[in-house]
């Protein structure tokens, strides 16, 4: 026992080391004022500087932050009521049809969705720019949250139901007052996955983006092909510092949000 739990330490030192190195490099070299990643010069802040001072590229992120947030919400919105309608349909073989689709939506190349949106949206006529690349990102973004909402209410008894009708609660009460504070977990877990997944889309966007409208990931794709700059490496790092502080504060929140077990009990 002593040995496995020894390799496996040391097999998960290597695998972080694996993923956060190419990220530190790249960060240690925003530094450099020799303007390659050849050889590290002299510390500097002029890329920083490079980077706030571009406002197409200030804009670029706030329009990428809007989408990122206005697809998660109304994606969350819309799988939660999703997984509820699938969760209560009587018809057992509809209802595994439903799920085996939302699942091929999650698993289908992101190249698939994105040359399907492209042809969709010419056919019909829709402009490619914001709204675009907010049905798309909503699109794909729905079946991320029904996923994470189902075992939830999977989990809940159906007695709490049951017994909250009993007392008289209305749909809506039952709604509001057993079913979502239950599944708030669910609720929330599916809201930043879907945000992650539409900060982080890169094939989709690529595809139904417009002259005009683009988003992070494809302008630092666009930046790259031009050739590496170290201003790319200055923006993956504020990026990474600001994911790195969210992930650090909901941590400190959501342990502050747990109440102490057993303080107070006398035996």
């Known amino acids: 026992m002593e ?18 190195a190419p990220i530190l490099y790249l960060i240690l070299y925003s530094f450099n004022s020799g303007g390659t990643m050849n050889s590290f010069d002299t510390f500097t802040w002029e890329h920083y500087a490079a980077v706030f001072s571009d406002t197409r590229l200030i804009m670029i992120l706030i329009n990428t932050v809007i989408v990122a947030l206005l697809s998660a919400l109304i994606a969350t919105i819309v799988g939660v009521f999703g997984a509820l309608g699938i969760v209560f349909m009587r018809n057992k073989s509809l209802r595994n049809s439903i799920l085996s689709l939302n699942n091929v939506l999650i698993v289908s190349p992101d190249v698939v969705i994105g040359a399907s949106f492209l042809i969709l949206f010419t056919m019909i006529g829709v402009k490619l720019g914001f709204a675009s690349v907010l049905i798309s990102h909503i699109a794909f973004s729905i079946p991320i949250v029904v996923l994470m909402v189902l075992p939830k209410l999977q ?55 417009g002259n005009g409208f683009t988003t992070l990931s494809v302008e630092i794709y666009s930046m790259a092909r031009a050739g590496i700059t170290l201003t ?20 400190f929140v959501s342990q502050r949000g747990k109440k102490p077990v057993g303080l107070g009990v006398r035996k």
């Open 155 to 209: 989990e809940m008894n159906s007695s709490l139901i049951d017994a909250a009708a009993d007392l008289g609660a209305t749909r809506k009460d039952i709604l509001t007052r057993v079913i979502i504070p239950f599944i708030k977990p669910g609720i929330f877990v599916g809201f930043f996955m879907a945000l992650t997944y539409s900060l982080d889309d890169f094939a989709v966007t690529f595809f139904v983006t």
């Open 3 to 20: 040995k496995t739990s020894k390799f496996a330490k040391i097999y998960l030192a290597l695998v972080f080391i694996i993923l956060y």
């Open 232 to 251: 790319i490496n200055a923006l993956t790092g504020i990026i990474f510092v600001v994911t790195l502080l969210l992930v650090i504060g909901y941590y």
